[in-house]
């Protein structure tokens, strides 16, 4: 059972390029989400789903954007990057717990795709 | 703003310690605390989480304790072994699931 899986897990990028984070799951979970994680910053949420079609923002979505046309995948779209997207990316999927949103389930993570912004 | 505040930022214990992590959070409507485990070059993974209407929350060396009036909740490691040696994230949960700054932990041999 893979989980969560992102690709690539390095990528170096000029100032102004754009790139697609991958992500997909095979736990057949509703809700997906993208983190990214700074030195004392702990994770912040840049966009989630909770489910295909659905897409919403979170904390820090400027300069992102997310997709969802299946269950199983989340990508994630960076458009003309800079120094400031410069982080460690987490793609994370939970089952649907509550018949809310907040959904208070476990989060399952993948390994984390290092960005680098040059 | 919901906010979840973390302390220390880093730790460094001895084997058989006991280290203490501590969060501190204002939205009195959160109600789900977890804290996430994280090792070098992995993703975060649910280590063990409260709800507040207990005090405290035991598995196996792992122990959260949680006082609601203070708004306050801490993780305590027993015995603490250098496989222990990881980040740990304590979040909150309101209208979405909110990270503290996170603790790196160390435990030496």
């Known amino acids: 059972n893979a989980g969560v899986t992102q690709t690539p897990k390095f990528r170096i990028l000029k100032i102004g390029q754009s790139m697609t984070l991958q992500c997909t799951q095979d736990m057949n979970h509703n809700y997906m989400y993208w983190y990214r994680q700074d030195p004392g910053m702990g994770l912040k949420l840049i966009y989630y789903?909770?489910?295909?079609?659905?897409?919403d923002k979170g904390e820090v979505p400027n300069g992102y954007n997310v997709s969802r046309s299946t269950t199983e995948d989340f990508p994630l779209r960076l458009e003309l990057a800079a120094p400031s997207q410069t982080s460690v990316y987490f793609c994370?999927?939970?089952?649907?717990?509550?018949?809310?949103?907040?959904?208070?389930?476990?989060?399952?993570f993948g390994e984390g795709s290092r960005l680098t912004v040059l | 703003q919901q906010q979840v505040k973390q302390s220390p930022q880093s730790l460094i214990v001895q084997k058989g310690g006991i280290p203490i992590i501590n969060c501190a959070y204002e939205n009195t409507a959160f109600d789900y605390f977890p804290w996430y485990q994280q090792f070098p070059g992995k993703g975060p993974a649910l280590l063990i989480a409260i709800r507040p209407d207990v005090s405290e929350k035991k598995e196996g060396r792992f122990t959260i304790s949680f006082n609601k009036s203070a708004k306050q909740f801490s993780l305590h490691i027993m015995d603490s072994q250098p496989g222990d040696s990881a980040t740990y994230f304590c979040?909150?949960?309101?209208?979405?699931?909110?990270f503290g700054e996170g603790t790196q932990l160390t435990v030496n041999p």
């Open positions: 789903s909770v489910g295909a079609g659905i897409t």
């Open positions: 994370a999927s939970s089952r649907k717990v509550t018949p809310f949103f907040p959904n208070t389930g476990e989060l399952f």
């Open positions: 979040a909150a949960s309101g209208s979405r699931l909110t």
